[in-house]
């Protein structure tokens, strides 16, 4: 006598769980990738940034070239004046970069507005809910596989900052 009582609530719960479909699958989100790179080359009024840029990456480079001979100095002569150099010259680089970090992001925030109104306007206008840095995204690994000539918004950003 109990079973039909036990069995009818059983049968709707199965019957409600079939026909509700999941959340993550009720919307149709669409993923682009940007060069902001690129986009970033083609702005206007972006000589400046790209000029610190440019000194940021020789003076850093330069610095890590000097790293890079004074390491292998220390590890061969074991002395204690090496190691010294050494360490001095890896806080000199550390207290650089920060600098550094610090004038391009001073020189990038008059263009960062741009740009990502520019991008957050493309994406919208073509469908996309999600855009990607194409050089993060590649770097990180956090992306495995795209279909560029569908999911790449930058020449469409590019035309939109002119």
Do not use: C, W
């Amino acid at each position: 006598m109990n079973r039909p009582l036990i069995v009818l609530p059983l049968a709707l719960l199965a019957f409600g769980l079939s026909t509700a479909q999941p959340h993550a699958q009720q919307a149709k989100s669409r993923v682009a990738f940007v060069n902001v790179q690129a986009a970033v080359k083609a702005m206007p009024g972006s000589a400046a940034y790209l000029q610190v840029v440019t000194k940021t990456d020789a003076d850093l480079k330069k610095k890590q070239t000097n790293l890079q001979g004074l390491a292998t100095k220390a590890n061969a002569s074991k002395k204690a004046a090496d190691r010294q150099a050494l360490l001095t010259a890896q806080q000199a680089y550390t207290k650089a970069q920060a600098e550094y970090a610090r004038q391009v992001d001073s020189a990038f925030k008059p263009l960062a507005g741009k740009l990502n109104t520019a991008i957050a306007r493309v994406a919208k206008a073509n469908g996309y809910s999600v855009v990607f840095d194409q050089r993060v995204a590649a770097q990180t690994g956090l992306v495995v596989y795209a279909n560029d000539s569908a999911t790449n918004l930058t020449n469409a950003v590019i035309k939109a900052l002119k």
